[in-house]
Structure formats: C-alpha cells, structure tokens
C-alpha cells in the first residue's frame, strides 16, 4: 500500500484535473492519470490533457505515454499504476490518483478480475449497443447469465454491456471471474471524492471545452493521427471527434456538424460515467464543483490525508 493516496473521479470536463493541481500544490503531491484516453500519445488536444502551464506546476505521471497504435489494458494501468505509487512513497510524497475511467478506481480499490482478453469483434458488439433501448441490454443478460442480471440494475449500461461481453466472450459469467480478484492495491483509508456536478453546468463546460479545443488545434491533431492509417478499432481510434474532425476538408465545410456531434457525443459518454460511478463508486463522497473552487475542495481532501479523519 502506498503511504498517501488520494482518489479523484469524475465526468469528462467536471474539473478533475483543477482540482488535482490545487491539491498537488497544497501537498507538494505528484498526479497519475486514470483516464484510458489521456494516456495516448498524439491526442494532447482532443483528450484535454494537461497543458505546459499545469505540467510545470506539479508533477504528472501516466499522461501521453503510450502510442495510439498500442492497446492499453486495465491490468497494464494498474502495474504502472502501482510503480508510480510506490516510488512517491519511498519518497515520503502523496500521490494523487485522477481520472474518468472508472475501471481504473474499482481495479485500484477492489482488486482486478482475471477475465481472460475478450475477442474485439465480441466487445465491439456490444459496445454498440450502448444506446439501446431502456431496458433491452437488462433482458439479453437476463436470458443468458440471470445471476449477474439479478444484480444490476436496467439502467446500468456500462456495466451491463461488460457482463454481456464477458458471458459471451469467455462462456462464463462476470461473477465467476470476480471471485478470483486479486487485491486491493489502495486501501479504504484513502481519501476520495466523485465530483458531481449539476447536468446543465456539465454540459456547458463541454460545449465551451470542445470549442476550445477547435481553437487550440484539435482540427490538426485529428488529421495527423488519423493520416498513420490506424486500425479504427484500437481504443485511441475512438477518441471523440477523431473520426470527423479528421475528415473535414481543407476548407473545413462541415465543421460545425462535427463539432455539434463530438459535444452530443460527449455528454452520453459524460452520462454513461455519471452511471458507473453511482453503480461502482456509491459509497464514495460527492461533491459540487459548479458551486466550489478547485482550492475550497482541495481543502477537506487535504486535512483528511493529513489527520487521517
């Protein structure tokens, strides 16, 4: 276990990473990625990951390291993960842990499932499902593992299209597989927090986010990724607003239709996350980002690590 961990999730655009720097500098605390998308390279802009100014205010660890042609799998986060942790507490310094990807905090907090690789077109499928109707996914877990559907709710997509895959894709179910969890490699002393903000403050911020990162250059870094030909698959192929902005002409025509999709594309996967949380991170504490500065939160996660209460 590491000395001094605090754990920070999130929706996309919910301010995480402010929070995590008004943190790192109270304690002098080094930052590690848990987000799935951050940790490709060539995708600076269009995953938001910290700029120059906020790389040069506190150490940042699992950001950008990995080539998009690369899959990155939860079991390799949570190695790297464990080393970065480890070294910050030889060092006698804190680390925080942020991110969006949930997975990540529940292979951190309860230990990693040895579900073995599940075949790409099987988790493809699914995945496509995401936007079923209400209901649907529920039912087909029903027919096929009525255990593991007896224990999520209709309304939990993510982890629905996770327990449908993995019946599928291994012929046994997600239960069999979690009873053979290794452990918790952070301990429930960790400071934590999910920042739940309200639904139109969110989605605000990721309309005024995505232009923003029109303005900063996402047109370009789209066309360059998407110049290497890469298979459409891999996970950092899927980065939002990749695929269109990459495409757009030299004159841009259609730029605002791309960007309009890339911010409703946003905010379903903003909402599949809020889901995850509610579902895997319940007993976690929440608070309102739309209503506190990233340095009034950071004051009560700070004490907390520092007396332990």
């Given at each position: 276990?590491?000395?001094?961990?605090?754990?920070?999730?999130?929706?996309?655009?919910?301010?995480?990473?402010?929070?995590?720097?008004?943190?790192?500098?109270?304690?002098?605390?080094?930052?590690?990625?848990?987000?799935?998308?951050?940790?490709?390279?060539?995708l600076d802009i269009l995953t938001a990951?910290?700029?120059?100014?906020?790389l040069a205010r506190a150490e940042h660890r699992l950001y950008g390291h990995v080539d998009p042609a690369r899959r990155y799998s939860v079991a390799q986060w949570l190695e790297e993960v464990g080393a970065m942790l480890d070294e910050a507490a030889e060092r006698h310094q804190p680390a925080i842990v942020v991110g969006g990807t949930g997975l990540y905090f529940t292979a951190l907090t309860q230990g990693l499932s040895s579900v073995p690789p599940i075949p790409p077109q099987i988790r493809?499928?699914?995945?496509?499902?995401?936007?079923?109707?209400?209901?649907?996914?529920?039912?087909?877990?029903?027919?096929?593992?009525?255990?593991?559907?007896?224990?999520?709710?209709?309304?939990?997509?993510?982890?629905?299209i996770r327990a449908l895959e993995v019946i599928e894709g291994t012929g046994k179910s997600l239960l069999h597989w979690q009873q053979t969890a290794g452990p918790a490699r952070v301990g429930p002393e960790a400071p934590r927090l999910v920042l739940a903000p309200p639904r139109p403050w969110l989605h605000a911020r990721i309309a005024e986010r995505f232009d923003a990162m029109i303005a900063a250059g996402a047109v370009?870094?789209?066309?360059?990724?998407?110049?290497?030909?890469?298979?459409?698959a891999l996970p950092a192929m899927k980065a939002i607003g990749l695929r269109e902005l990459g495409a757009l002409p030299a004159d841009l025509a259609g730029l605002d239709h791309a960007c309009e999709r890339a911010k409703t594309e946003t905010r379903r996967f903003a909402?599949?996350?809020?889901?995850?949380?509610?579902?895997?991170?319940?007993?976690?504490?929440?608070?309102?980002?739309?209503?506190?500065s990233p340095e009034q939160l950071a004051a009560p996660l700070a004490e907390q690590l520092v007396t332990g209460n």
């Open positions: 276990m590491a000395e001094q961990v605090v754990l920070i999730a999130g929706p996309t655009a919910s301010g995480k990473s402010a929070l995590a720097l008004a943190l790192a500098e109270r304690l002098g605390a080094m930052i590690v990625n848990a987000d799935s998308m951050q940790v490709y390279a060539d990951r910290p700029g120059a100014e906020d493809e499928k699914w995945r496509a499902k995401a936007e079923a109707p209400a209901g649907w996914l529920h039912a087909n877990l029903a027919e096929r593992d009525p255990a593991m559907a007896q224990r999520l709710k209709p309304g939990d997509t993510q982890r629905l370009e870094e789209a066309r360059q990724l998407c110049a290497r030909q890469l298979d459409p909402k599949r996350q809020e889901t995850f949380f509610r579902g895997q991170l319940g007993d976690w504490p929440r608070a309102d980002p739309s209503s506190s």
